[in-house]
């Protein structure tokens, strides 16, 4: 399935037992799932319809994640342990939020652009 250009989140629903994946820059696009992985490949499905739809309804699309599309893009030249050490983030925090698409806090999102800038890597 083709990659979209925003974040995801992911939670557990104990009340539905199971996961509720989210887009949120897409108001309203969420999906479940029995595992993380069934819920994000479902909210990708609708998020997908929803750019559609708005697309062919002349409507404008939210910005993309920035953070999320240049650490994507750059992910095969990185060195993710020492991003995440530098930005005091797990690694496997970032590698997951990267493989998933699951959103960063603000918090992450300005750690994270600070380490890239000290290194030369401009916003997108």
């Known amino acids: 399935m083709k990659a979209i250009p925003y974040q995801i989140t992911v939670s557990y629903s104990a009340d539905d037992e199971g996961y509720v994946a989210r887009v949120p820059a897409l108001r ?3 999906a479940f799932g029995e595992t ?4 994000v490949k479902e ?23 920035t953070t999320l599309a240049r650490i994507t893009a750059l992910q095969p030249l990185l060195n ?17 939020k990267i493989s998933r698409g699951t959103a960063f806090s603000a918090d992450e999102s300005a ?3 600070r380490v890239l800038a000290a290194h030369g890597v401009s916003a997108a």
């Open 80 to 96: 993710l342990s020492a991003i995440a050490k530098a930005a005091d983030i797990s690694v496997q925090t970032l590698s997951s």
């Open 28 to 30: 309203y696009c969420l």
């Open 43 to 65: 909210v990708k499905t609708a998020a997908a319809a929803m750019l559609k739809v708005m697309e062919e309804d002349g409507k404008p699309l939210p910005a993309v994640d």
């Open 111 to 113: 750690r994270i652009g």
């Open 36 to 39: 993380p992985e069934k819920a």
